[in-house]
């Protein structure tokens, strides 16, 4: 039996360490394992994962929170991408309530949507250049993902947690020069994308990352979403049917469609290596997807929210949203009895998924290679531990 960490509060005896910019390093996750053999190369036979270290217990601070208050609270527990989780909770709310935001308001969230995207695939990107001990590469992407902070900085006034979806919209428009920056924030992350590849073209990497494939049995056994599945060409992406946002207006369906060849066949076992290769790919249709809501945002012109009342209530009915968010199907579930606080708000998260599932991918890996596979399966501990 050997005992694994994963985070800032891992012990250095036991700490399996996926970079020092990686998502991970905020928590802490436990693996028990059960080993065959020796040193580094002992294969694992059991796994025990133990989430939970960083509890927060969101969904009950939710039902003793306003509408207004939940929202904040909501771009807290993924905080890869926080402001997904704020997007989802007012959709969720809206709907409940008949609220139509204004169409510019939708196309400045459906573009802020990809921008927190493109946020999160870079934080799970960079333990390829940490592991391939390419610095130049990984300053590249710590420079992306400065600079996309530094966007939403100018924005909302905030450098992490965006807090601007309200109720019917958003807090406030863009300023002046922000499609400047977005634009030149774009062309850096197209020589990220180009250096990215470069690196997972190289046979050190292939030779170590073609581990711990997945197939359809265990995407549906474990409700596993998002890049995860997208990577064996199994088509589900809510962007292509959801009317909640502006989608459709911007033919995201024509950019999402296109899947490369080595991964059309839904019944592929896709490996780490895939895995990581999806969410390169991801990275350039989100890319095309900002650019695309970009310029409508410079056409559609309009308020950015509908003026409510200070203490807002939501009818006694329940509602179910999904949202797709970077790691894949975040689900919200509402149920109002009529008060200003929610009395249930529960989340489903794709972390969740997405971490269940190593009980069995790391059955057979060796101890030398467990980093590869968990960084594979992106997560944030805030959205698994809820």
């Known amino acids: 039996m050997a005992l694994l960490e994963i985070g800032a509060l891992a012990a250095a005896d036991r700490a399996v360490d996926l970079g020092p910019e990686h998502p991970s390093r905020a ?34 601070l939710f039902e003793v929170r306003d509408y207004r208050q939940v ?65 130049e590469v990984a300053a590249l992407v710590r420079e992306a993902r400065d600079r996309v902070r530094d966007l939403m900085m100018m924005w909302t006034g905030n450098r992490l947690h965006p807090m601007i979806n309200r109720l019917g919209g958003l807090a406030s428009d863009v300023g002046p020069g922000w499609f400047q920056s977005l634009d030149e924030w774009l062309a850096l992350l197209d020589r990220v994308m180009n250096r990215m590849t470069g690196l997972m073209d190289e046979d050190s990497w292939q030779s170590v990352a073609a581990i711990a494939p997945v197939d359809g049995d265990i995407a549906r056994r474990y409700g596993l979403s998002g ?13 292509t049917t959801t009317t909640m946002l502006d989608y459709a207006q911007i033919d995201a369906g024509e950019v999402l469609a296109v899947i490369p060849d080595a991964r059309t066949n839904a019944q592929r076992q896709v490996t780490a290596s895939d895995r990581f290769r999806q969410w390169l790919v991801e990275l350039g249709q989100s890319a095309q997807l900002v650019r695309r809501s970009s310029m409508r945002a410079r056409e559609v012109t309009g308020p ?83």
């Open 27 to 60: 928590g802490l996750v436990r693996f028990d394992v059960t080993t065959e053999g020796r040193g580094p190369q002992a294969l694992i036979t059991r796994v025990d994962i133990q989430p939970g270290l960083m509890h927060r217990g969101a969904e009950k």
């Open 71 to 135: 929202l904040m609270l909501a771009d807290r527990h993924d905080w890869q991408a926080p402001f997904m989780g704020e997007l989802g909770v007012a959709l969720t709310c809206e709907r409940l309530l008949g609220l139509v935001p204004p169409t510019r308001a939708t196309v400045l969230r459906t573009l802020l949507a990809e921008v927190a995207r493109l946020q999160s695939h870079l934080g799970y990107l960079t333990f390829v250049p940490f592991h391939q001990r390419s610095t």
């Open 227 to 239: 890049p995860t599945v997208r990577a064996a060409g199994i088509v589900l992406d809510l962007r």
């Open 304 to 386: 950015v929210n509908v003026p409510l009342s200070k203490i807002i209530k939501l009818p006694e009915a329940e509602e179910w949203m999904e949202l797709e968010a970077p790691l894949g199907v975040a689900g919200f579930h509402l149920v109002s009895r009529g008060g200003t606080t929610p009395w249930r708000l529960k989340l489903r998260t794709p972390s969740f998924a997405q971490v269940n599932a190593l009980h069995t991918l790391l059955v057979g890996v060796p101890l030398d290679r467990v980093a590869v596979v968990v960084a594979s399966m992106g997560y944030t501990v805030g959205d698994l531990d809820k």
